[in-house]
């Protein structure tokens, strides 16, 4: 077997097409993970009555589940219930992906608060900030810097985790680039092509973030 290099031109041309349904699917689920996950967290942190109790089990446990295993679980919940389309199942993408995202980012967030000393917060009550004004005006501009780093190696591992879809059937970069695959049976040149672009995707997303990074710890 040879490797054809315009073969691999075709795999990169099918894959790119595809970027923005793996971008969709690391995307979306950061963003929810990111605000469910700081409520979760502050739940955790204040120790809510029930609730705080209620995540110290459930967090432990989810996350103990891999990912692969909750997104057949959910495809199946899925098409017991409702009619399979192609947005129903990518819903069900997203649906997982959140909730693996809120329940890993509010255990870095929780970390991410603790790391800010408690003199800070008896400080700023007795110069008279509430808790909200002191999370807001004190607190979180500091922790933002100290999650960032673990929040970059979330970004690369769910750009990255996006290809497990493919598992029930959505397609994204490597899905998309192996359908040239289908003429030949020759599928080296397409999984290369889909590394290739990974591998892209995840620099890019690497220097965006270390550079926000270096902006929070300039002006901390």
């Given at each position: 077997?040879?490797?054809?290099?315009?073969?691999?031109?075709?795999?990169?041309?099918?894959?790119?097409?595809?970027?923005?349904?793996?971008?969709?699917?690391?995307?979306?689920p950061l963003a929810?993970?990111?605000?469910?996950?700081?409520?979760?967290?502050?739940?955790?942190?204040f120790r809510i009555?029930?609730?705080?109790?209620?995540?110290?089990?459930?967090?432990?446990?989810?996350?103990?589940?891999?990912?692969?295993?909750?997104?057949?679980?959910?495809?199946?919940?899925?098409?017991?219930?409702?009619?399979?389309?192609?947005?129903?199942?990518?819903?069900?993408?997203?649906?997982?992906?959140?909730?693996?995202?809120?329940?890993?980012?509010?255990?870095?967030?929780?970390?991410?608060?603790?790391?800010?000393?408690?003199?800070?917060?008896?400080?700023?009550?007795?110069?008279?900030?509430?808790?909200?004004?002191?999370?807001?005006?004190?607190?979180?501009?500091?922790?933002?810097?100290?999650?960032?780093?673990?929040?970059?190696?979330?970004?690369?591992?769910?750009?990255?985790?996006?290809?497990?879809?493919?598992?029930?059937?959505?397609?994204?970069?490597?899905?998309?680039?192996?359908?040239?695959?289908?003429?030949?049976?020759?599928?080296?040149?397409?999984?290369?092509?889909?590394?290739?672009?990974?591998?892209?995707?995840?620099?890019?997303?690497?220097?965006?973030?270390?550079?926000?990074?270096?902006?929070?710890?300039?002006?901390?």
């Open positions: 077997m040879t490797f054809n290099l315009l073969y691999l031109a075709d795999c990169l041309k099918s894959g790119i097409s595809y970027i923005h349904v793996s971008l969709l699917l690391a995307i979306i929810i993970g990111t605000m469910l996950g700081t409520v979760i967290a502050l739940i955790r942190i009555p029930f609730l705080a109790r209620l995540f110290d089990i459930f967090i432990p446990i989810y996350n103990g589940i891999p990912v692969i295993v909750s997104l057949f679980i959910y495809n199946l919940i899925y098409l017991i219930y409702f009619k399979s389309s192609v947005s129903g199942v990518i819903n069900v993408a997203l649906f997982t992906f959140s909730m693996g995202q809120t329940t890993h980012l509010s255990e870095s967030i929780r970390a991410a608060f603790l790391a800010i000393p408690k003199g800070q917060y008896e400080a700023s009550y007795s110069a008279g900030l509430t808790t909200l004004q002191t999370l807001r005006r004190i607190i979180i501009p500091q922790v933002i810097p100290v999650m960032l780093p673990g929040f970059t190696n979330m970004t690369v591992g769910a750009i990255k985790n996006s290809s497990i879809v493919m598992a029930i059937g959505i397609t994204e970069v490597l899905n998309g680039s192996t359908i040239p695959c289908a003429n030949t049976y020759s599928f080296l040149e397409g999984y290369v092509a889909a590394a290739i672009i990974y591998w892209v995707l995840n620099i890019i997303a690497e220097n965006i973030l270390h550079f926000i990074e270096k902006h929070f710890i300039k002006n901390r």
